[in-house]
């Protein structure tokens, strides 16, 4: 069994940042991708960042781009979402997922079935 455990929620002001750590246990498993989501209250799930490690793509939702990076340690599977410029839109809970397999497709990263294990969340909480 893998198990994903997420860290560094909080509360924070406009404008302030945030980093986020999640680290993968249990059993071996091929990792070929770790990814970032949130879901706000009454909102769907959505993508925000993702990480390919075989080229150390990376991936952005484009309300992140040039305010959150992501980054990792594919030997450790451990991966981080440094929040920067935080706005109050980007309150949420922030879930951590990982792709066992390869995935296709020009968009794979954005869709909740291209990952097979999720963690629990961490709450973030952006205050005007």
């Known amino acids: 069994q893998v198990q994903l455990v997420e860290s560094g929620g909080g509360l924070v002001q406009a404008g302030g940042s945030l980093r986020l750590s999640c680290a993968a246990s249990?059993?071996?498993?091929?990792?070929?991708?770790m990814g970032w989501f949130r879901q706000a209250p009454g909102k769907e799930r959505e993508f925000v960042s993702a990480?390919?490690?075989?080229?150390?793509?990376?991936y952005y939702v484009d309300s992140a781009k040039g305010r959150f990076t992501i980054s990792g340690d594919n030997a450790k599977n451990t991966v981080y979402l440094q929040m920067n410029s935080l706005k109050p839109e980007d309150t949420a809970s922030y879930y951590c997922?990982?792709?066992?397999?390869?995935?296709?497709?020009?968009?794979?990263?954005?869709?909740?079935?291209?990952?097979?294990?999720w963690g629990q969340g961490t709450q973030v909480t952006v205050t005007s």
């Open positions: 990480i390919r490690w075989s080229g150390g793509i990376t």
């Open positions: 249990g059993r071996t498993f091929n990792n070929y991708a």
């Open positions: 997922a990982v792709a066992t397999v390869p995935r296709i497709g020009s968009r794979w990263y954005n869709y909740l079935s291209a990952y097979d294990v």
